[in-house]
């Protein structure tokens, strides 16, 4: 997706840069993850964008916007990356191991240093900003509800006990995958975040 505008030859004064919104969002997410919401500056946004400051107003309005927008875009990139991983597997178990084994991967090393946005805002937006609140509310929800329906999977081809509560142990299952982000930013290995997932598993018999 770009912001439509005129090419280098024809731009006219005033006129915004062309640039790529998935790239520079791309490119703000690390910095809100690795700095949080307030500790980024405008400047150092736009820097990281590699977009001017004029076309980043113009498309955003303000660091708000910027943060909205990437947010949003984190959670339509992670549940891709995720949906991927959960077509190759066929069980409610195996899929749910795919789950935590994002979360290894996303909890050590390099993107466990730099966090996750949700769990971020969580921290630091949500008693505050309403639409950030929401936003964090529902991507909860929505993690919540998707590793019941791959509980509730797992039960019915039985690859997992039918015995445990599908709602209760998904709401276990987020605190601890949301934990593992935290945690993740204290640089554990990744046989630490490893052994964790293996953990959790147990909670499926």
Same mark, same amino acid.
């Given at each position: 997706? %770009?912001?439509?505008?005129?090419?280098?030859?024809?731009?006219?004064?005033?006129?915004?840069?062309?640039?790529?919104?998935?790239? #520079?969002?791309?490119? #703000?997410? *690390?910095?809100?993850?690795?700095?949080?919401?307030?500790? #980024?500056? !405008?400047?150092?946004?736009?820097?990281?964008?590699? =977009?001017?400051?004029?076309?980043? +107003?113009? @498309?955003?309005?303000?660091?708000?916007? !910027?943060?909205?927008?990437?947010?949003?875009?984190? *959670?339509?990139? *992670?549940?891709?990356?995720?949906?991927?991983?959960?077509?190759?597997?066929?069980? $409610? *178990?195996?899929?749910?191991?795919?789950?935590?084994?994002? +979360?290894?991967?996303?909890?050590?090393?390099?993107?466990?240093?730099?966090?996750?946005?949700?769990?971020?805002?969580?921290?630091? &937006?949500?008693?505050?900003?309403?639409?950030?609140?929401?936003?964090? @509310?529902?991507?909860?929800?929505?993690?919540? @509800?998707? !590793? #019941?329906?791959?509980?509730?999977? $797992?039960?019915?081809? $039985?690859?997992?006990?039918?015995?445990?509560?599908?709602?209760? %142990?998904?709401?276990?299952?987020?605190? &601890?995958?949301? $934990?593992?982000? =935290? =945690?993740?930013?204290?640089?554990?290995?990744?046989?630490?975040? @490893?052994?964790?997932?293996? !953990?959790?598993?147990?909670?499926?018999?």
């Amino acid at each position: 997706m %770009t912001i439509a505008t005129v090419s280098k030859e024809t731009r006219t004064r005033g006129r915004p840069r062309q640039f790529d919104m998935d790239t #520079a969002l791309d490119k #703000a997410l *690390r910095v809100f993850s690795e700095r949080g919401y307030h500790a #980024a500056s !405008i400047s150092e946004l736009t820097e990281a964008m590699e =977009v001017a400051a004029g076309s980043v +107003y113009k @498309a955003f309005r303000d660091k708000r916007g !910027i943060f909205l927008a990437a947010f949003d875009r984190y *959670r339509a990139v *992670r549940l891709g990356l995720l949906d991927a991983r959960l077509a190759k597997v066929e069980t $409610g *178990r195996d899929k749910l191991r795919e789950v935590l084994a994002s +979360y290894v991967i996303s909890s050590h090393g390099e993107s466990g240093r730099r966090g996750c946005l949700v769990v971020g805002s969580a921290n630091e &937006l949500a008693l505050f900003d309403e639409e950030a609140a929401n936003r964090v @509310a529902a991507a909860f929800a929505t993690d919540e @509800a998707s !590793i #019941a329906e791959l509980i509730r999977l $797992g039960q019915r081809d $039985g690859s997992i006990s039918s015995e445990i509560d599908a709602s209760a %142990t998904a709401r276990a299952l987020v605190c &601890l995958t949301k $934990g593992m982000r =935290v =945690v993740g930013k204290t640089g554990p290995n990744e046989e630490d975040m @490893a052994s964790v997932a293996e !953990i959790a598993l147990k909670l499926l018999t």
